[in-house]
């Protein structure tokens, strides 16, 4: 069993920043593919980055490719979201999610466990 805590949501003006951390505890994090997806009010979840276990590889949606950089450090079971020049479309509930396979992807449902997620509001 894994255990996934996000942090470091909140309120940010449009061309902000914020870093978001998700903690693992339970089972072996370095060996699972970490991922960020988000859910905004009345839209279904979308999927944002994903990053291997080594850290060596990572997937970008197109809407945050160059905006969003997806890190890990697997000494302290942690994955990292630094979101640059957010945008007020980029506002919503922000989850990570821990896979046991061993590509990265995109696809929700392939995730095993889940955070209970952070709330990102960017104001025009």
């Known amino acids: 069993q894994v255990q996934l805590v996000e942090s470091g949501g909140g309120l940010v003006q449009a061309g902000g920043s914020l870093r978001l951390s998700c903690a693992a505890s339970?089972?072996?994090?370095?060996?699972?593919?970490m991922g960020w997806f988000r859910q905004a009010p009345g839209k279904e979840r979308e999927f944002v980055a994903a990053?291997?276990?080594?850290?060596?590889?990572?997937y970008y949606a197109d809407s945050v490719k160059g905006r969003f950089t997806i890190s890990r450090d697997n000494a302290k079971n942690t994955v990292y979201l630094q979101m640059n020049s957010l945008k007020p479309e980029d506002t919503a509930v922000y989850y990570c999610?821990?896979?046991?396979?061993?590509?990265?992807?995109?696809?929700?449902?392939?995730?095993?466990?889940w955070g209970q997620g952070t709330q990102v509001t960017v104001s025009s």
């Open positions: 999610a821990a896979d046991r396979e061993i590509v990265v992807h995109s696809i929700a449902a392939r995730y095993d466990y």
């Open positions: 339970g089972r072996s994090f370095a060996s699972f593919v």
């Open positions: 990053i291997s276990w080594s850290g060596g590889s990572t």
